[in-house]
């Protein structure tokens, strides 16, 4: 779905880093000027106290990723083109932006 | 068929690169500390944590060395012979270079075809030569392998996906395919959502969600 709007996507598999802790997943994103998309609501949570990459955390079922996602991409990317540093939420209703205190 | 690993995209943490290039984390920290191979990516992100992430070319390099000291070549000859041909100009000799040994003497060929290395060209006979090809090739199958073991296997790992279950040697939750069974997904459209998987993965996603 993210090719098919124009972006470049790649999963942890493709990287050969699925067994990377969390943490590792962040900083590979954060280098590679990328955002990171997930459904892990503790890695979101860490990266709320400590913003060092942009993670969306899509807040839905995992079937309806795609269709959430591309609900309200426009939004996201919107958010990620002005915030280096930012966790974005977003579910089916809504799109929401958090940002640590002290980022980095 | 699970999705291939794209060579300029890897990005590994040191546990996985001790895995693939089976050298244990220490050494790699200890090559890390002398420069003999630095990873891409180096970054404290907490007092006692640290990040470091190597690229594809760097697990090549970390199994030159290996294949260089399987052959007798001792690892501070090996960054001796490494950084002279850094002072040549040559950036990433173990990648750049084609290696081989004879004798206890390690030899380098150049892109022109010339050989360099501890006795004069003509007077040596190289017949073992380390294939950087295949090293590569095995890099690449070791970065996408999912060792037959973790198939069909659930485990919680610290610092993955809030340590819930997982099916080994992935980071895809189990409860991710249970959602997709419960809106009455086929398995045959969960394994394409998830190529990764495996249908014994599947089965136990469904044996866990009925018991």
Same mark, same amino acid.
């Given at each position: 779905?993210?090719?098919?709007? =124009?972006?470049?996507?790649? %999963?942890?598999?493709?990287? =050969? ?15 590679? =000027? ?20 942009? %993670? ?7 079937? *309806? ?25 977003? %579910?089916? *209703?809504?799109?929401? *932006? ?7 | ?26 050494? !790699? ?6 420069? !003999? ?87 040596? +006979?190289?017949?073992? +030569? ?73 089965? !136990?996603?469904?044996? !866990?969600?009925?018991?």
């Amino acid at each position: 779905m993210l090719e098919s709007w =124009g972006h470049t996507a790649w %999963t942890a598999n493709q990287a =050969g880093n699925a067994l990377a802790a969390d943490n590792d997943q962040s900083v590979y994103a954060a280098t590679r =000027g990328a955002a990171l998309i997930t459904q892990d609501q503790e890695l979101a949570a860490q990266r709320k106290r400590r913003t060092i990459d942009q %993670t969306v955390l899509l807040r839905c079922e995992a079937p *309806d990723v795609i269709e959430v996602l591309e609900l309200h991409l426009a939004n996201v990317v919107d958010i990620l083109e002005h915030r280096p540093h930012v966790v974005i939420e977003v %579910t089916r *209703d809504r799109v929401r *932006d958090f940002c640590a205190p002290w980022p980095g | 068929m699970p999705l291939q690993v794209v060579d300029d995209l890897v990005g590994v943490p040191i546990a996985t690169a001790s895995s693939i290039a089976a050298i244990s984390v220490r050494r !790699l920290r200890s090559w890390h500390d002398e420069g !003999l191979v630095l990873p891409a990516v180096d970054r404290m992100l907490g007092p006692g944590t640290r990040i470091r992430l190597y690229a594809f070319d760097q697990l090549v390099e970390m199994c030159v060395i290996r294949e260089l000291e399987d052959r007798g070549q001792d690892i501070r000859h090996i960054r001796f012979v490494t950084a002279r041909h850094e002072n040549d100009g040559i950036a990433r000799p173990l990648l750049e270079l084609r290696w081989g040994v004879d004798g206890g003497h390690m030899y380098a060929q150049h892109s022109d075809g010339t050989w360099t290395g501890g006795r004069r060209h003509n007077q040596a +006979v190289i017949t073992d +030569v380390i294939d950087i090809d295949l090293i590569r090739a095995t890099v690449r199958s070791r970065l996408e392998e999912r060792g037959k073991e973790s198939v069909g296997r659930v485990e919680r790992r610290r610092g993955v996906q809030g340590s819930r279950p997982v099916f080994a040697g992935t980071r895809t939750p189990v409860a991710t395919v249970q959602q997709y069974l419960r809106r009455g997904l086929s398995q045959a459209e969960i394994l394409e959502a998830f190529p990764h998987l495996t249908a014994a993965d599947v089965d !136990l996603a469904r044996g !866990l969600l009925a018991g």
